[in-house]
């Protein structure tokens, strides 16, 4: 009589369906309840990055407030390695906000081209700048409510520079990494930076608003990617019941 064979069951195969059945089982005993934004869960949510990136950072190399609007502005649909490639000779040709504020747009077009959007992205770093110089004597300003009166500059360029130059926890900075991660974590349902943000605000200790965002960046940056997510080099993969997890 012919042998059935035993199909091996590969360990990564094993440990795919332990995880599968730990999120459904999760989610089933949830039952819609308890919130999965209660305080003991984001504790260990606000635990985990602390032990994988305890000096997360921003990644647009800049040596000053100034120099972190412009690098912000240009980083929009750009990547960070880009934009730092560019600046590295920008900021010696324009070492200050004046001689962004009168520099020759043409000319500014051509140094920053390689970022995409170069013409908007221009006209952006050039009123940004001049408003620096004419309204507020040269300095970025430290208020939310002033630094969106520059031309270019948006919450979310107002959160990285108010949060990384200054250290001013003005809100939660929502690029497009916080909000996926953000809602793989149910911290939040919503799909638009503002109402993201509004949550986070709600959930997070204030103390932790800048690192967090920082944090979550660096994540979604090297593990939690937009498609196939390395969730088993993932250390908050025993509390995420995500639908987009890989195990
Ligand atoms: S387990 Fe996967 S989906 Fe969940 S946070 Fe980690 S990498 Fe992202």
Redesign the pocket.
Known sequence: MAKVKKKKTSRYAKLKRGSKARTKNRAASRGGTPDPTNPKRVAAILARPDEAYPVAICELKHANPLQLVISTILSAQCTDVRVNQVTESLYKKYPNAKAFAYANPAELEQEIRPTGFFRNKTKSVIGASKAIVEKFGGEVPRTMEEILTLPGVARKTANVVLGTAYGIPSGVVVDTHVLR?SR??ELTKHEDPKNVEQDLMKILPKDKWIQFSHQLIW?GRR??VARN???I??N??SI?N?K????
Do not use: A, F, W
């Open positions: 991660l793989r974590l994540h593990v939690c997510p390395k969730c080099q993932c908050l993969e995420c995500s987009d997890k890989t195990v």
